[in-house]
């Protein structure tokens, strides 16, 4: 008897095992299958090119990180707020551009909210504006070249942050100061404390006028219509701890009617402050309407056909829809806990980042206006904390439904470890079907914080790879350095494998300028020009020039040689900067270094091209 059951536990276990074993092999089998189909769906082949560009703010690393979508592969980091060598940009004290950097603040800074020039509500591919929230600027970057085209600061406010233009002119780009301050009087009496959001000319950054008010100003967003632009407001206590910040039950979302604000400055309804027309927002009635929503809101998005702006509560599980024409509240659907942010795809769905539940939810926006009970259509989970998500297109009017990038603060064991800091963590999400699928994750530097994405299509024709010289460029056998008393300037050329003039002559002291033209005339042949022991490094594309400016303080032999590997001769690619004493006799003819000199008759002799 004992026997029979234990062949029939026997039997029953096997079964049992069996079971498991099927259901565990069928597990890893689907696993694997939707690991190959989210790898396929992101795989980019050598020699093909993606389908969009994705520029990501790089937040205290003052720049912008450009990766391709859907393949996640790091393309180009452009330099803005802090120098970088390898690019040289900003880097020699000489250079224009680290002479307009510097001229506006410190060189460093954290950019937040990088946003789209548009045409006819498409995004057209000319600039992408930046904002430094630390040192109150804002820059703006030509797509055609992806480098920097100005940088201003911007007086009367503190914290730049929320950044957006206004819509559908781009006309201006406009600016949150989010930190409260008396711009006026400079004093430390918090009872004068106000915020202001400042209008800049989209294209030369001139601020034309601001509009200041009690609270502070956080995420911005236009409207589509030329009325209207939207910016969340927390701290309408005006208080100074965080615990006075949270004191009230509501907040606002303040809206900004912008021709009655131009209005206002026509008819010289401002105080001009620090040589800016600010319009005091008490003193001129409609100018700035608060809508009330839940305590300490966050995001602040308008839908693509400029009908709705959703707020996010942060401190609430709301987002709050108000019409964007007549500023009524009109629905505020439970989303999750801690919602940040919203994206939109084109076909009516909003997508909200959840930074407590570590959650993107996706939830159709006129079942929630209507209370339909199955306004949530999808979550999904991501690794962690997310903040801002954005999809493809979703800040114009046609948003292109198939692609959201979750900018997530943590990536905790995501990625290998290196170090006590770990990764900054981006997901990609596929949202083209009903449900939404994480189809692959990148690392990047720190720390991206909002992002935007443009298709291939409108930028590949448009960006710039050989450039026509201008005007000030060095010609070809027009190499020569001209003296000026103790101010040098040198015209060289650069072209595979050879600087031209390989040498010059200085006397200790000299102030140097050297002009570097790139001669080149293929696409992706860089040269850069780095001078031992006076830090000079600069890079240059074909058919460009710039410009540094030094001192030669110390005698001696100083070599100059190309850093971009240009060609089999790249190491013989150099030249040399003589230091003379003060009185010395120079060689003033441009030319090849000489045989005699080679051999160490460098002396005053005149050298010419073989």
């Not at 911005?220 to 030329?226: F, M, V, Y």
């Not at 839908?303 to 509560?313: E, Q, R």
């Not at 103790?486 to 102030?511: A, L």
């Not at 003379?580 to 050298?607: C, D, F, W, Y």
């Amino acid at each position: 008897m004992k026997t029979t059951h234990f062949v029939i536990l026997a039997s029953f276990a096997s079964i049992l095992l069996a079971g498991c074993n099927s259901d565990t092999t069928a597990k890893k089998e689907k696993e694997a299958a939707q690991n190959k189909s989210a790898a396929e769906r992101v795989y980019v082949p050598p020699g093909k090119l993606d389908d969009y560009y994705a520029l990501l703010s790089g937040g205290q690393s003052g720049s912008v990180f450009v990766f391709g979508i859907p393949s996640c592969r790091f393309i180009k980091e452009i330099p803005i707020f802090e120098p970088r060598a390898a690019l040289g940009y900003a880097n020699n004290p000489g250079s224009e551009t680290y002479k307009r950097l510097a001229a506006t603040g410190p060189l460093w800074g954290d950019t937040h909210h990088p946003v789209l020039s548009q045409t006819d509500g498409r995004y057209d591919g000319h600039w992408l504006w930046i904002n430094d929230k630390a040192n109150d600027r804002v820059a703006k970057i030509d797509l055609r070249t992806f480098e920097v085209a100005e940088i201003k600061l911007v007086p009367n406010l503190q914290g730049a942050h929320g950044l957006a233009t206004y819509l559908p002119s781009c006309k201006y780009v406009f600016v949150n100061g989010e930190l409260e301050t008396d711009a006026a009087g400079n004093s430390t009496d918090m009872e004068k404390y106000r915020s202001a959001i400042a209008f800049l000319d989209a294209q030369t950054l001139e601020t034309k006028f601001e509009v200041s008010f009690v609270g502070n100003a956080d995420i911005a967003t236009s409207g589509k219509d030329g009325r209207y632009v939207f910016s969340t407001m927390y701290n309408t206590e005006n208080a100074v701890s965080s615990e006075g910040m949270i004191e009230r039950d509501r907040d606002a979302v303040g809206a900004i009617d912008v021709p009655l604000a131009e209005k206002a400055v026509a008819e010289g309804k401002f105080t001009k402050i620090n040589g800016v027309p600010v319009i005091e927002s008490e003193k001129v009635p409609g100018v700035l309407t608060l809508i009330p929503v839940p305590k300490n809101p966050h995001g602040c998005n308008v839908t693509p056909d400029g009908k709705y702006v959703l707020a996010s509560g942060k401190l609430s599980p709301t987002v709050s829809i108000i019409d964007a024409h007549t500023l009524r509240t009109i629905a505020e659907p439970e989303v999750g806990l801690g919602p940040l942010h919203t994206t939109f795809d084109n076909r009516g769905n909003a997508y909200t980042s959840l930074f407590v539940d570590s959650q993107i939810v996706k939830w159709n926006i006129e079942k929630a206006i209507k209370g339909e009970p199955d306004y949530i259509v999808d979550r999904v989970d991501v690794h962690y904390n997310v903040g801002h998500t954005k999809a493809a297109g979703a800040d114009s009017s046609y948003p292109n439904g198939d692609w959201l990038i979750s900018l997530n603060k943590l990536s905790k064991g995501m990625f290998l470890p290196v170090g006590p800091a770990m990764p900054e963590s981006q997901e990609l999400i596929d949202i083209s079907g009903e449900k939404m699928r994480v189809v692959a994750a990148f690392p990047s530097l720190p720390e991206p914080h909002d992002a935007v994405m443009i298709p291939r299509t409108t930028l590949e024709n448009h960006v710039v790879q050989t450039y026509e010289q201008q005007p000030t460029a060095v010609k070809l056998g027009e190499e020569k350095v001209v003296r000026n008393g103790n101010k040098v300037e040198v015209y060289m050329t650069c072209i595979r494998s050879k600087f031209v003039p390989e040498q010059f002559e200085v006397h200790q002291g000299d102030e140097v300028k050297l002009h570097l033209t790139n001669v080149e005339t293929v696409r992706d042949m860089t040269h850069g020009l780095a001078l031992s022991r006076y830090g000079i490094n600069v890079a240059v594309d074909p058919g460009l020039t710039t410009e540094t400016t030094f001192v030669a303080d110390k005698l001696g032999t100083y070599w100059y040689y190309c850093t971009w590997f240009c060609s089999a001769l790249h190491l013989e690619m150099r030249g040399r900067m003589l230091v003379k004493p003060v009185g010395a006799e120079l060689n003033e003819t441009v030319g090849p270094i000489t045989k005699a000199e080679k051999a160490g008759s460098v002396g005053g002799k005149e050298s010419s091209f073989e």
